[in-house]
């Protein structure tokens, strides 16, 4: 896995030649973890200071509904910060992603336009995302503490459907199997475990 990392990073603005499947997806899954690590480790703070707010509350007050309100009101307050956390990690990891996954669909014989295919949605995904943590944001302020499930019902589910959509079109797009041998874009990549 090593060697595919150092590959992919080593490559990240080379948008010609092949990588083989084995490569793409060791790299995608390191991307997956880098991107989950560092979402994690920047959304600590912001959970333990929500976390602080519902202790601090609870041991200031007697009424269950002042705390749920005093936590509510911390996680409303968080959101936008996470949102933007979120979309910039999205972005970075994408930007990270996409010589690969250019170089991938070379490898099987496709154009790296082919890339569009995921991009586009998974773009519009990401942009919809400050309108939708708006809404989901409103929709908790109105229906108080006492419904939890508040922000659920809120969630557009055909732009959650895009975000899937993209990432079911990356699989397809990069599952497809390699060309053998030379083909427009290159020599065959060279085999990992060699």
Known sequence: MLHAIKHGLRNLFTLTGRDGRKQFWLYAVFLLLLRWVVST???VPLMASTMNTAFTAA?????????ATAVQA??????????????????????????????????????GWFALLPGVPYLISLAAAPREVAHTMAV?????????????HATNWSIAAIGWLALALLVAV????????????GPEPLDLDA
């Open 140 to 152: 908790m302020q109105q229906q108080g503490p006492g419904h939890p499930g508040a922000a659920l």
């Open 59 to 67: 041991r200031n007050s007697t009424d269950p509904a002042a705390t």
């Open 174 to 185: 990069a599952a497809r199997p390699s060309t053998p041998g030379t083909n427009r874009y």
């Open 74 to 111: 911390n996680i409303t307050a968080a959101l936008p910060q996470i949102m933007i956390l979120g979309i910039v990690v999205s972005l970075v990891t994408a930007a990270m992603l996409l010589s690969s996954l250019v170089r991938r669909l070379h490898d099987s014989g496709l154009s």
């Open 41 to 43: 480790v920047a959304t």
